[in-house]
């Protein structure tokens, strides 16, 4: 017996070392060496290099001088990356349509003069409850409400926001995004 365990735990012992080692440290230098910013978590920074924020983690923002983001259902406080999950409400739960009227009064309340349409993603949260960006027509929703908010022309905060939209990935994945982080931090001056 003693001559199978012998080499079963000299095996053991290299598999941990290759695998529990020498791998992730492999893995972690080559990303810090080859993409820093995504390997330290995207983040965005003022111009002294403080971290505001990540590119890839919606914010909460409720002042009507900022753009509002998608929604978020994690618990127990919006955003919250440990937590990330959808509210797994569906369709006919009465649960989910009280969380939506609830959203669409406070977009209401927030630009009572808005007679557009509410695009579903301000009222509907993501599946992971983190997602940063919203769709362009969110943002048409609510730049009136931020021109007049910090006394700008819409037409120079439509600009911004068609600054800050990003197209589909490769030009065929997904659809046109607007960053919320990264559009209020240019409404602000900050942005790196």
Do not use: C
Not at 66 to 90: D, E, Q
Not at 92 to 102: C, E, H, R, W, Y
Not at 137 to 154: F, P, S, T
């Amino acid at each position: 017996m003693l001559k199978h365990l012998k080499p079963a735990l000299f095996m053991l012992l290299i598999w941990t070392v290759i695998t529990g080692v020498a791998y992730p440290l492999a893995v972690t230098g080559l990303s810090q060496l080859l993409f820093p910013g995504q390997a330290n978590g995207s983040l965005i920074k003022d111009s002294q290099g403080q971290p505001l924020g990540s590119e890839l983690i919606g914010q909460a923002f409720s002042d009507p001088k900022y753009f509002w983001g998608r929604p978020s259902a994690t618990s127990p406080y919006p955003y919250n990356a440990a937590a990330s999950s959808g509210s797994n409400l569906g369709p006919t739960n009465p649960a989910l349509a009280d969380a939506v009227k609830a959203r669409i009064n406070a977009l209401r309340g927030g630009d009572p003069e808005n007679a557009m349409p509410i695009p579903v993603d301000l009222v509907t949260a993501s599946g992971s409850g983190l997602d940063p960006h919203i769709s362009p027509a969110a943002a048409e929703y609510q730049i009136n409400r931020v021109a007049k908010a910090r006394n700008l022309d819409a037409g120079k905060v439509r600009d911004l926001v068609g600054q800050h939209t990003e197209p589909r990935q490769w030009w065929v994945l997904g659809e046109p995004r607007v960053n919320v982080l990264g559009l209020n931090l240019a409404l602000d001056g900050a942005v790196r």
